[in-house]
Structures are given as structure tokens and as C-alpha cells.
């Protein structure tokens, strides 16, 4: 049943009328965006309307402003593009167009936008706005409203989520579609490498998303507008293909940004590079266009979580606004979702393009934000083509081994090449140990090359190989071989057993001189159940399996009415996997060992599955972590579902299992796992150097054993040392975990009465049930 209920503010009452509008090229995560809004803001009593076709609609009215119910926006999460539809309108760009369009709002009494679009449509929405009370006293005058009218719709509140496969708004590490669009890069690259390997071309991709692609797929070079290349790139790029072949390479990508330039303002286009590379090399070449096929497909987990979280807050912003409140926009900084003033990121979206007019390419690069800061940075670390850009240190004397530990994850691979490449270019020499710290005491070390990681990051598992063997009982034979190779430097990725592991190093060093060297962390598991860090390598792409499988066992029952799903995902005791991947699948119900449950809340989950089958909505789709309760399993919920649905629906069941592990990366772990693994080779490179004295390395402050991990909105480096109190070693969980704040959203979306409320502090106040609100009841959201 829904609930409704008014939200009494300082100065204002929330209007019971809202719009979700759509003003750009369709992007996929737009309808997930959509249908966030419009149950948000039909869950706090608002009137939603939809506006199809964005502005053309807005001028148009009559039938395109249609009110949105619950099941309008049912079965929508999976689908690309945007069901409201989208246009480009030429006459809201015109006085007398924006004047109809407020028209045809007051006709419905919104004043409350949530516009998705680019910067363009954004501009356009806060011209809208700041018009807004001249257009209603020129309607007055006109006498297609009245005073009363004018005065219920005197201010107009708008609120912006940028969608855009480009990425290039300033302001937002993600736009809504990027994901998807590199999904769609990766798979044709994937492709293009899977047959070229065998043949031996050279293949220029061109098109958006370039930079970031790039570094996804390992390519070998990257045109972008924002940095041109150095005069005499034609030579050196050929220097560099020569090279390559001649290490026996078989395949060489070079991606061609649309717009890329040279120091003169010259286009570079990919037919150029092609004709450039045939000439002077003989190279077997194929151009691939990538286009609007960028644009299509099905959303990816990412798009979908980001653009459900910008839509829930982009309702918070709407009911929290008064009558001088400015625009804002929701962006994504780290993994927050935050308010920033619309106009200042546009503003700053435009001096990106002014500086690359003035040649100004390191301050376009600057003010394309961190995120793209760093992602050219690491490519160009990664890349013998872009080092002689960078200070590279001479060579040094010190040696880095590099290890996997625990179960293969998705990015693993990345972020050893990442290692390789930014140690070598840092002027280390870099070791591998196969088989984490069992083939460590064994003596599998061998040194690893620049070439001997070349492809490396599409491919899914372990390379290097992982195991789950701990170092405790084989210190001296670890310690032996770390004098034998003369390793002053330790890098670890893996999940939950590394941070084991590096405990048991750091508790060691009062016993080993070996182990006083600095050693880093990269978190890598597909559980996402590491401390120190709110993301872990690994876990977007198990999401994106889970995802795609939920899709196609919802489309299974697509011609079958009454249906419910039981899922089982892995994570141990951790719910991270369930709980997101719930939220982006549509989930009814998710069940975890974080947030207790018992056989009343299975009760009340089947009888609301039970009022939701008697709507248009006939199917249901219910998650369970693995470990989320020894007694009530998999097949007992399964049977009890069964049993209590009986006449109602009827259910099946399906455990994932290992498949959510392997496959090839998503992009998002492929950057991730890129860019973190190069920040720590900057970690150990900074501390190698603090720590030499007295011609030898020597580190044992708790500081030089660390963990690297995103938390909140940065990169932080954290000992591990105090880790141990933010632990749950029994259930191999961190005892505070950032997405438990998701749930109430999800909640929220499945149509369950629950709160939502984040505190200052990031931590979350839940009550999964609450009385009704009456009319003088307030609530603070």
C-alpha cells in the first residue's frame, strides 16, 4: 500500500506536483533515473507527471504531460534509452516557447523540475527558471491565468542529473550513460582483439569515450582533444608501433577521440592515422567507427545504482528547496552522491573549451576534474608512447614484488600490468610471485617485463595465479627468499586474506629485518568485504553478472503471469553483493546477515509480493546472500514463498555460484584497478625513498604497511595496523559498511514503508516500519 504524507519545510510545503523530464540524445540508466523519481516522489505523497519527448513536450503539452503512477515505471530498469522519450527543441530556445511551456505547467501546477540532460538542456532548464515569474505575469496579462495561479505557482524549483556518454561535465567524477557507453567500447575492442591477435592488424577505434576506453582496453595510443600530442607524434608513433612488432606484438589499437587536434589546431582523424601507418609501415590496418552504438544496449549495474541514487536525491533537493533556492545539479564525487550549484559547473564545463581554444591544453586537462586528471595520467604512466611527457626517475636500485592473494577477481590482471608498467617507468626493477605466498615460499619469483604484461587488462582470473595460503607458518622461507632477490618493496592485491597477510608481515618485522619495507593493499574481491575501503576490484564486475543474469531470468517469465524468483549471490557473510545488486535488478526483497531477519519479515515480504501480484506488476524477484542465516537457506525460503503464494504465484529458485567471479572485467574495474594500482606504485616509490638510509632500505613505522582504498570521496592510504579495530574477523566483514545506507532506497523503489535519513556523519537511521503520517505530522528526510 503506498503511503502518503506531507513534508512540512522552514518556509515552504512541498507542492504535491513534480515532473521528470528527459531534454538529450537517449542514454541508457536514463529510464532508471526516471522511474527513481517518479516512486520517490510518489512515495512522499508528490503528483508525478511525465513529460515525453523533454522541451518539445514541455511546449507541446496536452497529451505529452501525462501523470506517472507506480506501475508506469515497472520493467524499465534494464531497458535503454528513455521510455518518455527525448527531443531537441528549437522553439524553447525562443521567448514565446518558454512561455508556452509555462503555460502548459501552471495548467498542471508543477513547479518542481527534475530535468536529465547535458549541459545544454541544463543551461536551458535555469533560463527557464529565472524567467519564471515574468513568463507568469505575462500569462496574467494575457489572461490565459489568474491571480490565484500566479500565486500557487510563484516559484519554479529546478534540479538537474547530467546524462552524457562523453563524461564531460565539470562538477561529476560520472555522468548517467558513461558506463554503459564503455561497455559497449569494450565489448567491440574485445572483439576487434579477439580476431586480430590472429592476424596481425593494426586497429585505429575512434570516437567518444576516448581516454577512459583506453585505459580500459590497453591501447597502445590515445588522441584526445584536451592534450595534443607533441609535434613529431607522426614519427615517434611509428617509432613506437616498429618497436612493438618487433617484440613480437600481433596487435596494435590506437584510439582517435572525436575532435582529436594536433599543437596547430590540425584534425586528427582516424582514416589520417590509418593512411599514416600503411605508408610508412605496411601495417595490415582496419578502421572500426564506433557511432551510435555506444549510445544503445542495456544499462550496466554502475548506470543503473548511479542514476537511482541521483534520482531518489535529485527528489531530497526538490523537497528541500524554497523560493530563492538556485539550481543544483546532482553529481557523483568518489562514490557520493552530492548537490553542487548547476550554473558553476557549467560555467566551468565552458572554460574547458575556452582553454583548449587558447592552446591552455594542461589547464583544459586540469579543469576536466580528478577523475579524468588522473585517468590521462595513468595512461600515460602505462604507455611507452606518453612516459617522455612525464619526469621518469632514473634507474633505481630497488626491487618491487608484486603478488596476488585469495580468490581470482575481475581487475586482478589490470592492475598487475598497471603496477609493472608504473613501476618500470618509475625505474624499478618489478618481480611476480606466482601463487601468492605459497609460491612466495616456494620460490616462484622470476622478474616481469614491460612487454610480458602487454593485453593484460581484458582478461579476467589471475594470471599471476592466487591462493589463499597465509604467511604465518612460512615466514623464514618468505623472508629467505625475499634476501635472495633482494626485494625491498611488497605489492599485495586480494581480498580479505591479504589484509591477513599484511598483518602478519607488519607483526613480523620485529623478527625480520625482511619484512621492514613499505608494503601496500589493493583490495581485490568481488565480496566487497574489505575494511578501509568503500570499493573493492572485482565487485562491479560480479554485479554486472548478477545483473544480466536477473535480467534473463525476469525475461524468462516475461510471457508468464504470477511469478516469483528466489536468488542466491555469494559474499559470505557480506551483503554487499546482494543488497546493490538487488538494487539495481528491481529486487522486491534482499535478505542479509548485516540487517537480521525472521519469519515474520518472511511473512510480510510474501503477503507484499501477495498485494503486489494483484497489480499490473506480476513478477517477483527476491535476492539472499549466501550467509545471510544458517537455518532459514535458500531452499527453506524457496519452499515457505512456495507454500504461502500457493493460488497466489508460484516461485523458482536459482544459486549463481561461481559464475559471478569469472568473465572479463567491467571498464569500471579495468580503470579502477589501473588507476589505483598506479597511485600505490606512487605510495612505494615516495616511501622507498624516505626509507633509504644508510645504503639500505629500512621501514617499520606503521605507516609504510598500508592499505590503499576509496573512502567516501578520496584515495586514502590507511595502516593496516588500525584496521583491526574497524574488523569483524569472525565474519570477514568491516563493522561499518557505507552501502548499508542503500537499502532504505531500495526499500523505497520495491514499495515498502521505511525512512530514509543520512546524518551528517554518513550514518544511516532506518526504520523499516513507521505509522501512517497525518496531517500535522512532519517528517525530516
Known sequence: MTHFYKIKLTKSIFQKQKKANSSCSPLPGMNAAVRAVVRMGIYVGAKVYFIHEGY????????????????????????????????????????????????????????????????????????????????????????????????????????????????????TDMTIGTDSALHRIIEVVDAIMTTAQSKGWFQPVCRYLALVS?????????????????????????????????????????????????????????????????????????????????????????????????GVEAVL??????????????????????????????????????????????????????????????????DFAYVSLFHCCPQSSFNVAVLNVGAPAAGMNAAVRSAVRVGITEGHKMFAVSDGFEGFYKGQVKEIKWGDVGGWTGQGGSLLGTKRTLPGKHLDEIAEQMRIHNINALLVIGGFEALECLLQLYEARANYEEFCIPMCMLPATISNNVPGTDL????????????????????????????????????????????VGGLAAGADTVYIYEEPFDIRDLQANVEHLTQKMKTSIQRGLVLRNE???????????????????????????????????????????????????????????????????????????????????????????????????????????PKEQWWLKLRPLMKILAKYKTSYDVSDSGQLEHVSRFRPKDSDTSAAI
Open 627 to 733: 550467509n545471510c542465516n544458517e537455518n532459514f537457506t535458500t531452499d527453506f525460503i524457496y519452499q515457505l514463498y512456495t507454500e504461502e503464494g500457493r493460488g497466489v504465484f508460484d516461485c523458482r529458485k536459482n544459486i549463481l555460484g561461481h559464475m559471478q567471479q569469472g568473465g572479463a572485467p567491467s571498464p569500471f574495474d579495468r580503470n579502477f584497478s589501473t588507476k589505483i594500482a598506479a597511485k600505490a606504485m606512487q605510495w612505494i616509490t615516495r616511501t622507498l625513498k624516505e626509507s633509504f638510509k644508510g645504503g639500505r632500505v629500512f621501514a617499520n613505522s606503521e605507516d609504510t604497511c598500508c592499505l590503499l582504498g576509496m573512502r567516501r570521496r578520496a584515495m586514502v592510504f590507511q595502516p593496516v595496523s588500525e584496521l583491526r579495530d574497524e574488523t569483524d574477523f569472525v565474519h570477514r566483514i
Open 317 to 382: 533537493a526538490l523537497l528541500e528547496a524554497s523560493a530563492n533556492t538556485p539550481a543544483c545539479v546532482v553529481s557523483l564525487v568518489g562514490n557520493q552522491a552530492v548537490r553542487l550549484p548547476l550554473m558553476e559547473c557549467v560555467q566551468m564545463t565552458q572554460e574547458v573549451q575556452k582553454a583548449m581554444d587558447e592552446k591552455k591544453f594542461d589547464e583544459a586537462v586540469r579543469l576536466r576534474g580528478r577523475y579524468f586528471s588522473f585517468a590521462f595520467w595513468s595512461v600515460c604512466m602505462c
Open 56 to 171: 518539445q513536450g514541455m511546449v507541446d503539452g496536452g497529451d505529452n504531460i501525462k501523470e506517472a503512477r507506480w506501475e508506469s515505471v515497472s520493467s524499465m530498469l534494464q531497458v535503454g534509452g528513455t521510455v518518455i522519450g527525448s527531443a531537441r527543441c528549437k522553439e524553447f530556445r525562443t521567448h514565446e516557447g518558454r512561455l508556452k511551456a509555462a503555460h502548459n505547467l501552471v495548467q498542471k501546477g508543477i513547479t518542481n523540475l527534475c530535468v536529465i540532460g547535458g549541459d545544454g538542456s541544463l543551461t536551458g532548464a535555469n533560463l527557464f527558471r529565472e524567467e519564471w515569474s515574468g513568463l507568469l505575469e505575462e500569462l496574467l496579462q494575457q489572461g490565459l491565468i489568474d491571480e490565484e495561479a500566479t500565486r500557487k505557482n510563484s516559484a519554479l524549483h529546478i534540479v538537474g542529473m547530467v546524462g552524457s556518454i562523453d563524461n564531460d561535465f565539470c562538477g
Open 536 to 579: 573493492s576490484i572485482g565487485a562491479d564486475t560480479s554485479l554486472n553478472a548478477i545483473v544480466e543474469t536477473c535480467d534473463r531470468i525476469k525475461q524468462s517469465a516475461s510471457g508468464t503471469k504470477r511469478r516469483v524468483f528466489i536468488i542466491e549471490t555469494m559474499g559470505g557473510y557480506c551483503g554487499y553483493l546482494a543488497t
Open 214 to 310: 583506453a585505459l580500459a582496453c590497453g591501447a597502445d595510443w590515445v588522441f584526445i582533444p584536451e592534450m595534443p600530442p607533441e609535434d613529431g607524434w607522426e614519427d615517434n608513433m611509428c617509432q613506437k608501433l616498429s618497436e612493438s612488432r618487433s617484440r613480437g606484438s600481433r596487435l596494435n589499437i590506437i584510439i582517435v577521440a572525436e575532435g582529436a587536434i594536433d599543437r596547430q589546431g590540425q584534425p586528427i582523424t582516424s582514416d589520417f592515422v590509418k593512411d599514416l601507418v600503411v605508408q610508412r609501415l605496411g601495417f595490415d590496418t582496419r578502421v572500426t567507427i564506433l557511432g551510435h552504438v555506444q549510445r544503445g544496449g542495456t544499462p550496466s549495474a554502475f548506470d543503473r545504482i548511479l542514476a537511482s541514487r541521483m
